[in-house]
């Protein structure tokens, strides 16, 4: 797909990856974890919830095909333990090589009204799950990652997905 990806294959052949926070075939976590899978990469994906979980396991099978090394799991970024639980999942008996966080989430409810009409107690809970989680998985991934590993956030516009100051939005938010 990508020449340059192409000339990288077997770059991170034998490496593990976590990558965090898929929802569909447009994510920046889709993107990164396609180019780690075809660089030799065995990858893990999370998505949000179980409403993205079909979504995300038809598009991992349709990449890499029914039965490939890759797994794909829920992971709700409010709870410290799931993480670790994903963290130690995803690094098996050898431990992690990489780790991508891109993670993006406001609630349904919060994108209906547009910036000005946010509650504290929505922003709050955007805030925790897309930048608090940061520091939960850098958290529980270090104890699994050697030190030649490496830890990636990636962040899109959130004003651009939210529909800006005063406009209305869509339905709740995804993965980055």
């Known amino acids: 797909r990508h020449s340059s990806v192409h000339r990288r294959a077997g770059m991170l052949a034998g490496k593990r990856a976590l990558v965090v926070g898929v929802a569909n075939q447009r994510s920046i976590a889709w993107a990164v974890a396609e180019a780690w899978a075809a660089a030799g990469a065995t990858v893990h994906l999370t998505c949000q919830s179980e409403r993205f979980l079909p979504s995300v396991l038809k598009l991992s099978d349709a990449a890499w095909g029914e039965g490939h090394r890759h797994s794909v799991g829920v992971l709700d970024m409010r709870d410290d333990a799931a993480i670790e639980r994903a963290c130690e999942a ?69 004003a651009g997905a939210a529909g800006g100051v005063g406009a209305s939005g869509g339905g709740g938010g995804g993965g980055g």
Do not use: N
């Open 90 to 158: 995803a690094s098996g008996s050898v431990g992690l090589d990489a780790v991508l966080h891109s993670v993006a989430y406001a609630s349904a409810d919060a994108m209906k009204g547009g910036l000005l009409a946010t509650t504290r107690a929505d922003f709050a809970e955007a805030h925790d799950v897309s930048a608090y989680s940061l520091v939960a998985l850098g958290r529980a991934a270090a104890p699994f990652m050697a030190g030649d590993a490496a830890a990636v956030a990636a962040a899109a516009e959130a």
